[in-house]
């Protein structure tokens, strides 16, 4: 997920640009329940076409 890569930069650096720290530290934590949700579902979903390819 090399987009994904990108978008973790973005927020956490952002914010650091103004010396908000604490804003860079919640939004990555955010972020990141955020993603690993979202990249356990698109793998499901990838599993299940993969299963209905095969049969």
């Known amino acids: 997920h090399p987009n994904y890569v ?3 930069g973005e927020i956490a650096v952002l914010p650091l ?3 908000l720290v ?3 530290l919640a939004f990555s934590a955010l972020n990141a329940f ?3 949700v979202r ?3 698109e793998n499901a ?3 299940e ?3 209905d390819a095969r049969h």
Do not use: D, K, N, Q
């Open 49 to 51: 076409l993969r299963h």
């Open 6 to 8: 990108v978008v973790i």
């Open 34 to 36: 955020v993603l690993a």
């Open 39 to 41: 990249i356990r579902e």
């Open 22 to 24: 604490w804003y860079a």
């Open 45 to 47: 979903a990838l599993s």
């Open 17 to 19: 640009c103004f010396g």
